[in-house]
């Protein structure tokens, strides 16, 4: 098969094929009797390959269960796809968590966290109860995505209670690829009123909405998987 046939097929220039194969991610284009650069079945299952996976698992992943199976190791590609599996559900069960409780909060009336109500905290406390690095806050403060005041005596970082829900949300995309969606939550999150649980509670569904047309994405690449170690033969 002729590059331009195939970059055609795949909605893709030969030079986006050319370097996805000059960085391993693809065999080595063979050679015709006249000497011109041809691809293969082979290749061509390996570049449908990389199209399905790298929405839903993204491009390191994806490389690094290509590079796998070009090494013949079906095992280190399936754990490399099942490890990101695996994180998108632990981002699945922390926005499913996260939107059930700024649900309850909402249907008892609760704008200042309920049992988290209290006196501001500071950014050592806030990061030991949400799991967010500090580093991470302050940038974030930064952003205007959460605001701190500052401690009379000493001048540290001091967040009211209130955040505390901004923090909640802004955690629940870290990991999300950059993508207009992602760049329009977070522009939600930065304007929310931190008292506002039932916008909280939107915005933690749209987070979980997220994830799981993440794991549809995942899945349509897992198909793709499957069909070229079948290709391969490294599967019965």
Same mark, same amino acid.
């Given at each position: 098969?002729?590059?331009?046939?195939?970059?055609?097929?795949?909605?893709?220039?030969?030079?986006?094929?050319?370097?996805?194969?000059?960085?391993?991610?693809?065999?080595?284009?063979?050679?015709?009797?006249?000497?011109?650069?041809?691809?293969?079945?082979?290749?061509?299952?390996?570049?449908?390959?990389?199209?399905?996976?790298?929405?839903?698992?993204?491009?390191?992943?994806?490389?690094?269960?290509?590079?796998?199976?070009?090494?013949?190791?079906?095992?280190?590609?399936?754990?490399?796809?099942?490890?990101?599996?695996?994180?998108?559900?632990?981002?699945?069960?922390?926005?499913?968590?996260?939107?059930?409780?700024?649900?309850?909060?909402?249907?008892?009336?609760?704008?200042?966290?309920?049992?988290?109500?209290?006196?501001?905290?500071?950014?050592? /406390?806030?990061? #030991?109860?949400?799991?967010?690095? +500090? =580093?991470? !806050? %302050?940038?974030?403060?930064?952003?205007? $995505?959460?605001? *701190?005041?500052?401690? /009379?005596?000493? #001048?540290?970082?001091?967040?009211? +209670? =209130?955040? !505390? %829900?901004?923090?909640?949300?802004?955690? $629940?995309?870290? *990991?999300?690829?950059?993508?207009?969606?992602?760049?329009?939550?977070?522009?939600?999150?930065?304007?929310?009123?931190?008292?506002?649980?039932?916008?909280?509670?939107?915005?933690?569904?749209?987070?979980?909405?997220?994830?799981?047309?993440?794991?549809?994405?995942?899945?349509?690449?897992?198909?793709?998987?499957?069909?070229?170690?079948?290709?391969?033969?490294?599967?019965?």
């Amino acid at each position: 098969m002729r590059p331009v046939d195939l970059a055609r097929e795949l909605k893709l220039s030969t030079n986006t094929l050319r370097g996805y194969e000059a960085r391993g991610l693809v065999p080595p284009a063979v050679r015709s009797p006249k000497g011109y650069r041809m691809y293969t079945e082979v290749h061509r299952a390996y570049f449908h390959c990389l199209r399905a996976m790298a929405p839903g698992f993204g491009m390191e992943v994806t490389s690094e269960v290509l590079r796998a199976l070009q090494a013949g190791d079906v095992d280190a590609a399936l754990w490399a796809a099942g490890r990101a599996q695996a994180a998108l559900h632990r981002e699945q069960i922390l926005a499913a968590e996260t939107a059930e409780r700024f649900a309850s909060e909402a249907e008892a009336g609760d704008t200042q966290g309920g049992e988290h109500a209290g006196e501001p905290v500071g950014i050592g /406390e806030l990061s #030991g109860e949400t799991g967010v690095p +500090r =580093s991470a !806050l %302050r940038y974030w403060e930064k952003e205007g $995505l959460v605001s *701190s005041l500052r401690d /009379e005596e000493n #001048g540290y970082r001091k967040y009211g +209670r =209130s955040e !505390l %829900r901004k923090v909640l949300l802004m955690r $629940l995309l870290r *990991s999300a690829v950059y993508s207009e969606e992602a760049v329009q939550w977070k522009e939600a999150v930065k304007r929310l009123d931190p008292d506002d649980t039932e916008e909280a509670h939107r915005l933690a569904l749209e987070a979980l909405h997220y994830w799981n047309a993440l794991a549809r994405l995942q899945l349509k690449g897992l198909h793709s998987l499957y069909s070229l170690c079948r290709q391969l033969e490294l599967l019965e």
